[in-house]
């Protein structure tokens, strides 16, 4: 299927992709100790391909996140930081400030190289969310750094007949245009709130990576129940034009994330993401150096 055909009513799928993996994720803690789930690991990066990694956070008690993420850096790929519920400070060494809050989404182009810091502006209550890793392809990975920040308000959002309220955070579904495009890899990111016992069917093109992650409730994909803080990858089928996904006897909520494989070759070490080893150690050269993105002023 082309992405031209994706372009159609999304609810026409004649036939569900159906759940090839489901995975549960690992317990581990980034930053300066914050805990979390890294959902999308590394050695899932090549079945995932654009996509790098899933980290879930969420946690009512401060000593769990109140340290944040200080300073940083970043080169060769893209972060998608989708806020639940908190509060955090976004700055960076390219001059890029934002609070990322209740509902919003942070999405920054690392490119050549960001030092960063994500820093909870909280001290009690819950903060959870989602951190998606997405791949640049080769040509783009020393680009210019890029940020946005995205207030719950300003997320194209809509509701199907059945009830479900989507909001599209990238990508395009039901017609609705997300809040980002990128013609590379083409992200599809939806979260989908589905009542009990509806439906939500959206098309997807048969050479796009898939899946989902479910954060409240549990969900039935193709005859395969799918349960709260699991993730499915969803099957290359090339007889099926896209998923179906449906709840159960309680309401759901469900990350439905889909993209174009770059088919590279993908080097990484820790905050670097390249297509070679010898462009990783360029980049530990250009950090220690620093050769990142200067401070203005």
């Not at 609070?99 to 960001?114: D, H, K, P, R």
């Not at 993908?266 to 530990?284: C, D, K, R, S, W």
């Given at each position: 299927?082309?992405?031209?055909?994706?372009?159609?009513?999304?609810?026409?799928?004649?036939?569900?992709?159906?759940?090839?993996?489901?995975?549960?994720?690992?317990?581990?803690?980034?930053?300066?100790?914050?805990?979390?789930?890294?959902?999308?690991?590394?050695?899932?990066?090549?079945?995932?391909?654009?996509?790098?990694?899933?980290?879930?956070?969420?946690?009512?008690?401060?000593?769990?996140?109140?340290?944040?993420?200080?300073?940083?850096?970043?080169?060769?790929?893209?972060?998608?930081?989708?806020?639940?519920?908190?509060?955090?400070?976004?700055?960076?060494?390219?001059?890029?400030?934002?609070?990322?809050?209740?509902?919003?989404?942070?999405?920054?182009?690392?490119?050549?190289?960001?030092?960063?810091?994500?820093?909870?502006?909280?001290?009690?209550?819950?903060?959870?969310?989602?951190?998606?890793?997405?791949?640049?392809?080769?040509?783009?990975?020393?680009?210019?750094?890029?940020?946005?920040?995205?207030?719950?308000?300003?997320?194209?959002?809509?509701?199907?007949?059945?009830?479900?309220?989507?909001?599209?955070?990238?990508?395009?579904?039901?017609?609705?245009?997300?809040?980002?495009?990128?013609?590379?890899?083409?992200?599809?990111?939806?979260?989908?709130?589905?009542?009990?016992?509806?439906?939500?069917?959206?098309?997807?093109?048969?050479?796009?990576?898939?899946?989902?992650?479910?954060?409240?409730?549990?969900?039935?994909?193709?005859?395969?129940?799918?349960?709260?803080?699991?993730?499915a990858i969803l099957a290359n089928d090339a007889a099926a034009d896209g998923v179906v996904i449906e709840a159960g006897e309680r309401a759901a909520r469900v990350l439905l994330i889909a993209g174009r494989p770059l088919g590279e070759?993908?080097?990484?070490?820790?905050?670097?993401?390249?297509?070679?080893?010898?462009?990783?150690?360029?980049?530990?050269?250009?950090?220690?150096?620093?050769?990142?993105?200067?401070?203005?002023?």
């Amino acid at each position: 299927m082309s992405d031209t055909q994706q372009q159609r009513s999304s609810a026409d799928v004649t036939r569900s992709r159906g759940v090839e993996r489901l995975v549960a994720g690992q317990a581990t803690s980034d930053g300066a100790g914050v805990k979390l789930t890294r959902v999308l690991t590394q050695p899932l990066q090549r079945r995932l391909d654009p996509f790098l990694m899933l980290d879930a956070f969420g946690s009512n008690d401060p000593g769990d996140y109140i340290a944040g993420f200080p300073d940083h850096p970043h080169r060769g790929f893209e972060t998608v930081t989708y806020m639940i519920a908190g509060r955090m400070r976004h700055r960076d060494n390219a001059g890029h400030e934002g609070l990322l809050e209740n509902g919003g989404v942070q999405w920054m182009t690392a490119g050549s190289g960001v030092i960063h810091s994500e820093l909870p502006e909280q001290e009690e209550g819950v903060m959870e969310g989602f951190q998606l890793w997405l791949n640049l392809p080769g040509h783009d990975k020393m680009c210019a750094p890029w940020y946005r920040d995205f207030a719950a308000g300003e997320l194209p959002s809509f509701t199907t007949a059945a009830g479900a309220a989507v909001t599209v955070i990238a990508g395009e579904s039901h017609g609705v245009t997300g809040a980002v495009t990128r013609d590379a890899t083409a992200p599809l990111y939806l979260d989908i709130h589905l009542p009990a016992g509806a439906r939500f069917a959206q098309s997807l093109p048969a050479e796009h990576n898939a899946f989902i992650y479910v954060y409240r409730g549990a969900v039935t994909v193709a005859g395969t129940q799918v349960a709260v803080q699991r993730m499915a990858i969803l099957a290359n089928d090339a007889a099926a034009d896209g998923v179906v996904i449906e709840a159960g006897e309680r309401a759901a909520r469900v990350l439905l994330i889909a993209g174009r494989p770059l088919g590279e070759p993908i080097a990484q070490y820790g905050p670097f993401v390249m297509n070679t080893q010898a462009e990783i150690h360029q980049a530990l050269a250009d950090y220690r150096e620093g050769r990142f993105a200067p401070i203005p002023g």
